[in-house]
């Protein structure tokens, strides 16, 4: 029976490389000379670095410059609120991947009520979605695809 796997998965790779771009620019920029402004990676979390909020906020349009001129969708960012000391002020940007348990299910739920001839299951951080006809799966990914979600949403392990 052919199937497909809807997920939300970023190249960690590719944004190491985003990151290591962005720090090299914060080298190069007059506003941040002599500044302790820096990106720090950890895992699927950034966290931004700056003497004060405004740059912080500099800080973002650097970040996300950098991912999306490596092709990486800025719908996965999850931005926390800035913590402000009184020296320095810090943000912490997580990268999402999967995709949550509210969204699969709101996408299993729209999926059946579209009346699609076939089968969708959550599996983990995936949703699978099954069906006798190609054409039938082929009309679901198009769906999707015009669906807004506040994830970006990649089809792969297309099985016939």
Avoid: Y
């Avoid at 895992?43 to 740059?55: D, H, I, S, W, Y």
């Amino acid at each position: 029976m052919p199937s497909f796997d809807v997920v939300s998965e970023v190249d960690t790779q590719e944004v190491t490389n985003a990151i290591d771009q962005a720090t090299r620019e914060l080298g190069t920029r007059f506003d941040f000379k002599n500044t302790d402004s820096k990106f720090e990676l950890d895992g699927t979390t950034v966290t931004m670095r700056a003497p004060n909020e405004f740059q912080l906020k500099q800080l973002f349009d650097i970040l996300t410059k950098r991912l999306s001129s490596r092709l990486i969708d800025i719908r996965c960012l999850q931005l926390n609120p800035p913590q402000i000391n009184v020296g320095n002020a810090w943000q912490v940007v997580k990268i999402r991947q999967g995709i949550e348990s509210e969204l699969a299910k709101k996408m299993v739920k729209m999926i059946k009520n579209e009346k699609f001839k076939v089968q969708a299951a959550i599996q983990g951080d995936k949703v699978r979605v099954s069906g006798k006809k190609r054409d039938d799966l082929q009309d679901v990914i198009a769906f999707l695809k015009e669906a807004e979600f506040d994830m970006p949403l990649q089809f792969d392990n297309f099985r016939d």
